[in-house]
């Protein structure tokens, strides 16, 4: 039997972050909520949780040191998911009432108000994976969860390099297009909450499990799955 891989939750002080523990210790790994460098660094995976403003988020990751620890994990190789407002920080910037905040420039783009009548963009809602997608496998046609006033509303990533794979970009739409989730190498990162998508956000966190080594390295620093976490 394959063990199950060892997953960091980053713990920065992000809200409801328990949810997230549950699904993916449903999903099948084993997961601890940490900031520790040591086990952000060591695991199989780590998992970048958000909700609220933008500006927040990234003043809560500074506090952990996690864009220096973020850049090192994808310079290895090793895989990252952010989720809803995770996934904003990993652009340039956002735009909230006029205040510009920086993000951590894993792509290029901006976080700005989403173009809809009704904001926030709350419910279920269909998605359009890229061919080949990994974290849509078998749930394609599949709705799910989303919560947020913000998105990137265009994707400015530059894919004329010769011999490079370009990211997928999975779509959503409220009011007009906003990527709903992008997968480039070891960075995935969704908008909508996995944790609050019921089957299909618990298959989609097991195909990202899917693609993590297992290294061994978190051995006796992490519960075994359905252990749960103290809270």
């Not at 904003?88 to 006029?98: N, P, S, T």
């Not at 390099?161 to 709903?180: C, D, K, L, R, Y």
């Not at 298959?203 to 359905?226: D, F, H, K, Q």
Request: proline share 8%; glycine share 12%; hydrophobic share 40%.
């Amino acid at each position: 039997m394959t063990e199950a891989p060892s997953v960091v939750v980053l713990d920065y002080g992000a809200g409801n972050v328990r949810s997230a523990v549950r699904a993916l210790e449903e999903a099948g790994a084993r997961v601890v909520l940490s900031a520790d460098p040591r086990d952000v660094m060591d695991a199989d995976g780590l998992v970048v949780p958000g909700v609220g403003a933008f500006a927040a988020v990234m003043e809560g990751l500074r506090a952990v040191d996690a864009p220096r620890l973020i850049d090192r994990r994808l310079s290895g190789g090793r895989p990252v998911l952010g989720i809803c407002v995770g996934l904003q920080v990993m652009f340039d910037r956002g735009v909230e009432h006029g205040h510009e905040s920086e993000g951590l420039a894993q792509w290029p783009g901006t976080v700005e108000r989403l173009d809809a009548p009704v904001v926030p963009h709350m419910g279920w809602n269909e998605v359009r994976p890229p061919e080949g997608s990994v974290l849509f496998r078998g749930i394609e046609d599949e709705r799910f969860y989303f919560v947020h006033s913000y998105g990137v509303r265009e994707w400015e990533f530059d894919q004329s390099i010769e011999h490079m794979v370009p990211p997928g970009v999975t779509w959503s739409e409220h009011g007009a297009p906003f990527v709903a989730a992008v997968e480039n190498g070891p960075l995935s990162a969704t908008q909508f909450h996995p944790e609050k998508s019921s089957a299909a956000g618990i298959a989609l966190l097991r195909n990202w499990l899917s693609t993590l080594p297992r290294t061994g390295r978190m051995a006796g620093r992490i519960p075994a799955p359905g252990s749960g976490v103290p809270a």
